[in-house]
């Protein structure tokens, strides 16, 4: 079962501001799947949910790292599988293990959802072609049974 809505944010900030929004919705468990193009607005994006969770250290892409752990009220774990190279390497990472513990963002997460649980939350972030260089078209589904918070993922807005 999916359902999916559309978003548009016309600044970095309003990226932020779209992920901070959906983290009200977030509980520990929760996966958030982020795709789109190298620069789309991805990292923005996951900034906006870290901090609406209440991380107050800097959140960066850990396109080097792969994993980057941060703490707060909600920990947050976020991913960035660019440079991973199979599906394999993915499941070597044990997601599965940590998820249950905090909030989990997958950058370049399409290559991995055949490792990920089947309830999660994929965002497609697109530049809009025919808007200026910070106008983004966010595309929010929801995956799997959320019940009643399901209605208010696709209802968020910054």
């Given at each position: 079962?999916?359902?999916?809505?559309?978003?548009?944010?016309?600044?970095?900030?309003?990226?932020r501001?779209?992920?901070?929004?959906?983290?009200?919705?977030?509980?520990?468990?929760?996966?958030?799947?982020?795709?789109?193009?190298?620069?789309?607005?991805?990292?923005?994006?996951?900034?906006?949910?870290?901090?609406g969770?209440g991380?107050?250290?800097?959140?960066?892409?850990?396109?080097?790292?792969?994993?980057?752990?941060?703490?707060g009220?909600?920990?947050?774990?976020h991913?960035?599988?660019?440079?991973?190279?199979?599906?394999?390497?993915?499941?070597?990472?044990?997601?599965?293990?940590t998820?249950d513990e905090?909030?989990?963002?997958?950058?370049?997460?399409?290559?991995?959802?055949?490792?990920l649980?089947?309830?999660?939350?994929?965002?497609a972030i697109a530049?809009?072609p025919?808007?200026?260089?910070?106008?983004?078209?966010?595309?929010?589904?929801t995956?799997?049974?959320?019940?009643?918070?399901?209605?208010?993922?696709l209802?968020?807005?910054?």
């Open positions: 079962m999916s359902a999916t809505t559309t978003r548009t944010t016309r600044s970095v900030a309003g990226t501001a779209l992920g901070a929004a959906l983290a009200a919705h977030l509980a520990p468990g929760d996966v958030l799947v982020l795709t789109g193009d190298l620069g789309a607005g991805k990292t923005a994006f996951a900034q906006g949910v870290a901090a969770l991380v107050t250290d800097p959140v960066t892409s850990p396109t080097f790292t792969i994993v980057q752990e941060y703490a009220p909600v920990p947050v774990q991913l960035d599988l660019y440079r991973l190279g199979s599906l394999q390497e993915v499941f070597d990472l044990g997601i599965e293990e998820v905090r909030v989990t963002i997958v950058e370049w997460g399409d290559v991995a959802l055949d490792a649980p089947s309830r999660l939350i994929v965002v530049l809009e025919a808007g200026d260089d910070d106008e983004r078209s966010l595309t929010i589904t995956r799997g049974d959320w019940g009643a918070r399901g209605a208010a993922i209802a968020v807005d910054a």
